[in-house]
């Protein structure tokens, strides 16, 4: 708009120099003047319509922009309730931190703690594997030792079953001897009963010889009497 108001007070003074130049050629001059002024008033037309697009745009583009700023102050606003919220976040997260820390300190302590008690645990492991491998050598060794006894035993078996065997056969022998003897023993005492009654026999015939021979005259004749 200055732009368009500056242009008409130009002609306005053309035209007053005109008039006071007088009139000589105060036509022709008024009409180059007018000529020049229309051209002039065209441009201007012209520049005006494209300074009021622009203008239009220029509003149109304002009226967004604006919209944006309203848009982005809610969002700023949004932003720095999501900022407050973040911060409260933050130190609760900040104090979450320092007693994670805290715990991981105590951790890392148990940690090492753990680490001497299994290094410790491991030295026990080891003695102890090397005390079942020690064990383990002493149990075969024990057991070839039992395999070898049992053999022994399995074989003083044998000997006992047939010492065995042997000494019910020779009780067996024995008891038959023991009959044997009995019945010997039965002879024995029936042949010396016998022998007894042959002795008495013979004393009761030697008696009665010597008293058959004592009233012989000559006994001594006799071969039996002597």
Same mark, same amino acid.
Do not use: H
């Given at each position: 708009?200055?732009?368009?108001?500056?242009?008409?007070?130009?002609?306005?003074?053309?035209?007053?120099?005109?008039?006071?130049?007088?009139?000589?050629?105060?036509?022709?001059?008024?009409?180059?003047?007018?000529?020049?002024?229309?051209?002039?008033?065209?441009?201007?037309?012209?520049?005006?319509?494209?300074?009021?697009?622009?203008?239009?745009?220029?509003?149109?583009?304002?009226?967004?922009?604006?919209?944006?700023?309203?848009?982005?102050?809610?969002?700023?606003?949004?932003?720095?309730?999501?900022?407050?919220?973040?911060?409260?976040?933050?130190?609760?997260?900040?104090?979450?931190?320092?007693?994670? +820390?805290?715990?991981?300190?105590?951790?890392?302590?148990?940690?090492? +703690?753990?680490?001497?008690?299994?290094?410790?645990?491991?030295?026990?492991?080891?003695?102890?594997?090397?005390?079942?491998?020690?064990?383990?050598?002493?149990?075969?060794?024990?057991?070839?030792?039992?395999?070898?006894?049992?053999?022994?035993?399995?074989?003083?078996?044998?000997?006992?079953?047939?010492?065995?065997?042997?000494?019910?056969?020779?009780?067996?022998?024995?008891?038959?001897?023991?009959?044997?003897?009995?019945?010997?023993?039965?002879?024995?005492?029936?042949?010396?009963?016998?022998? +007894?009654?042959?002795?008495?026999?013979?004393?009761?015939?030697?008696?009665?010889?010597?008293?058959?021979?004592?009233?012989?005259?000559?006994?001594?004749?006799?071969?039996?009497?002597?």
């Amino acid at each position: 708009m200055s732009v368009l108001g500056g242009s008409i007070n130009a002609g306005l003074f053309v035209l007053v120099v005109l008039v006071v130049a007088g009139t000589a050629g105060a036509t022709v001059l008024y009409q180059d003047s007018a000529q020049e002024i229309r051209q002039e008033n065209d441009a201007l037309r012209s520049q005006n319509q494209n300074l009021a697009q622009q203008l239009n745009e220029t509003e149109t583009e304002l009226e967004e922009a604006r919209q944006r700023v309203d848009e982005l102050e809610r969002r700023l606003e949004t932003r720095t309730q999501d900022v407050d919220q973040v911060s409260t976040q933050l130190n609760r997260t900040q104090s979450q931190l320092d007693e994670t +820390e805290r715990q991981l300190a105590n951790t890392r302590q148990q940690l090492s +703690e753990s680490r001497d008690r299994i290094s410790e645990l491991e030295n026990r492991r080891d003695e102890l594997e090397s005390r079942v491998a020690s064990l383990e050598n002493t149990n075969r060794n024990l057991r070839q030792q039992n395999q070898n006894l049992q053999q022994d035993v399995n074989r003083l078996e044998n000997d006992v079953d047939q010492l065995e065997a042997d000494l019910n056969e020779r009780e067996n022998r024995i008891d038959e001897l023991e009959n044997t003897i009995d019945q010997k023993n039965s002879k024995i005492s029936d042949l010396e009963d016998d022998v +007894e009654f042959w002795k008495d026999e013979a004393d009761r015939f030697e008696s009665d010889l010597n008293s058959l021979c004592s009233k012989l005259e000559n006994p001594s004749a006799y071969s039996e009497c002597n």
